[in-house]
């Protein structure tokens, strides 16, 4: 008896084991060329981002935030590059957006608003083009929902939002609360901690957020307000980007064909 309950156990084992390996195989195999595809997309963002003073290496932030978090949390690494890869592309979505409402210097109207609150839907369509892991997909679609089911676009809550998204909306929101707008109050890194404490439970995971403040307490002292770069029209970024004309090239196949497509229909 003790016999067969070892190999049930080995079986099982087998049974629970060799899915995960085989996805990982799997994507392994496509690696090259969806890391390539990935990287051209990356630099796409970096390079809009960088058009603006106040949102250049955003992305980057975020990504970085998103990984402490995720190493706390004890994700494995192969969850750990997903997400960063989710936290890069996070706001692509918004190259639908107008660049007037982007950078309008005063509070939006509400048609303005709900064009904003487009952006995760549209950025979920243009990844589910290129074949990425479907936690990347709703990671980007899910990271304005809040933890009390206010959010959008679908108004989860809880749980029911995804790790990703949940970790996303976190560092996202505290990445915008500290940078400078002329729109808004610019928070110091100890009050925007102050303010995820407050809304931890409502707006956000409670148990993501504490993990959060608790790395900026330990490894960013959280003392002043962060400062973006004085950089023009983002040079330092592009120039470390490496980005040029080729690139863009290569990267203008369907999921160029699908952006242009969907700012057309906005223009419609």
């Known amino acids: 008896m003790a016999y067969l309950h070892q190999i049930y156990g080995f079986v099982t084992l087998l049974l629970t084991t060799i899915p995960l ?35 250049a290496g955003h992305s980057m932030r975020v990504a970085e935030y998103a990984e402490k978090v995720a190493r706390k949390l004890r994700l494995s690494e192969f969850e750990i590059e997903l997400l960063k890869n989710a936290a890069y592309l996070h706001d692509i979505g918004k190259i639908r957006t107008d660049l007037s409402i982007l950078k309008k210097p005063k509070k939006l109207k509400l048609d303005e608003w709900d064009q904003i ?42 749980d029911k939002i995804p790790l990703f998204a949940r970790i996303l909306c976190v560092v996202d929101s505290f990445d915008a609360m500290v940078t400078t707008r002329e729109y808004k109050k610019t928070f110091t890194m100890e009050e925007a901690a102050q303010e995820l404490r407050k809304e931890a439970g409502t707006h956000f995971d409670p148990q993501i957020t504490n993990i959060f403040c608790k790395i900026l307490e330990k490894e960013y002292n959280v003392i002043g307000a962060y400062k973006p770069e004085e950089i023009t029209a983002g040079e330092e970024i592009i120039k470390n980007v490496n980005i040029n004309r080729d690139m863009l090239e290569n990267f203008k196949g369907e999921t160029w064909k699908k952006i242009i497509s969907l700012r057309k229909k906005k223009r419609k």
């Open 21 to 55: 390996m085989l996805t990982q195989y799997i994507y392994s195999l496509r690696a090259r060329e969806k890391q390539a595809l990935l990287q051209n997309v990356i630099n796409l963002v970096r390079v809009i981002e960088a058009k603006d003073k106040y949102t």
């Open 117 to 158: 609150k487009e952006h995760p839907t549209i950025g979920f369509e243009i990844i589910s083009d290129m074949a990425i892991p479907k936690s990347v997909g709703l990671a980007i679609l899910y990271h304005h929902e809040k933890y009390d089911g206010s959010g959008y676009p679908g108004k989860l809550e809880k």
